[in-house]
């Protein structure tokens, strides 16, 4: 029974636009859980409060669901081929947010492969997330068998590369569990040594609060003067890390129309970001992932990189 319901679920994610489904049986972490708890006392969280005040629910799913059996995780590739511009008046725009909302797009697909669960067997409860929730996605896709966490700490997949988003689901279905994904990272220091602001302070362990993509999205207030000249142009988010990934060069384009990229997205000019009303930033952005930085921070991120390029 186990094993028909795990390769019916699979089929279904599949049809969905999913590249790769894994299955990890429900429980508390403990190296991870410790992992966490040494990551806040160290302040690497920056202004996150909702991650220390989540954690014990992140380390322990039962605490989100206590009759949850088993953690799916289907992950969608977002990878379009266009380039970053080099040009020193445009503006970079993390790859995932060049489509659409990914919140909304895996949200809808893990709506109907969630109804398709619940269908499967009497009494059965399922609920999803994609990066909403208090779990962590990343250590389940690794024990799910998605790939494994880089020393970026971004999941990477042996077929995918990192451009991949998550999606999860947890259900009280005892489902047959998917082998664990390997750490293929070896010796490569090519993230740690490429991240203009030190954020990689270890392998394996991120200090949020000098990464660019939370300076530029999750940071409220002036961007701190020791991160001054050191953006190279990104506005909003920050791709730099999985850039230099060897494991990148494995990455296909997506067969997903919505996270191909919108001409407003890439590539923008700097002055037109800094210059821009907040009626047009709606506009501009709707639907897109940009919006979580608000306009006033899209436009305090632009005035940075204008005050940058005028100090050269």
């Not at 850039?243 to 923008?268: H, M, S, Y």
């Amino acid at each position: 029974m186990k094993a028909e319901l795990t390769s019916a679920i699979t089929r279904k994610a599949l049809e969905l636009g999913f590249v790769s489904v894994g299955i990890a049986e429900a429980g508390a972490f403990e190296k991870e859980a410790a992992d966490l708890q040494d990551w806040l006392r160290h302040g690497y969280h920056g202004t996150m409060g909702w991650m220390e005040r989540t954690a014990a629910k992140r380390s322990d799913i039962l605490k989100v669901d206590p009759d949850a059996r088993s953690v799916i995780i289907a992950a969608m590739n977002y990878y379009s081929p266009e380039k970053h511009s080099d040009e020193s008046d445009r503006a970079k725009i993390s790859r995932y947010a060049w489509g659409d909302d990914y919140h909304e797009v895996v949200g809808e697909r893990l709506d109907t492969l969630r109804d398709f669960i619940v269908t499967l067997a009497p009494n059965t409860v399922a609920r999803r997330y994609v990066d909403t929730g208090p779990v962590m996605e990343k250590v389940w896709a690794a024990r799910a068998g998605i790939g494994w966490q880089g020393k970026h700490t971004n999941v990477i997949s042996r077929e995918y590369g990192s451009w991949i988003f998550l999606g999860t689901v947890i259900t009280n279905l005892r489902l047959r569990p998917s082998p664990p994904g390997e750490d293929l990272c070896g010796t490569c220091t090519a993230c740690l040594d490429a991240c203009p602001t030190d954020a990689i302070v270890q392998p394996y362990q991120l200090d949020a609060s000098r990464c660019i993509s939370y300076l530029t999205i999750e940071h409220n207030g002036t961007i701190p003067d020791e991160f001054h000249g050191r953006f190279e142009n990104w506005v909003f988010g920050c791709d730099i890390c999985q850039d230099v990934c060897p494991w990148n060069r494995f990455q296909k384009i997506t067969g997903e129309p919505a996270f191909r990229p919108r001409p407003t997205a890439l590539n923008p000019a700097i002055h037109e970001l800094t210059e821009m009303s907040e009626t047009e930033f709606a506009k501009r952005f709707e639907g897109s992932p940009v919006t979580r930085t608000k306009w006033s921070g899209l436009v305090r991120n632009a005035g940075a990189l204008r005050r940058d390029e005028s100090n050269r």
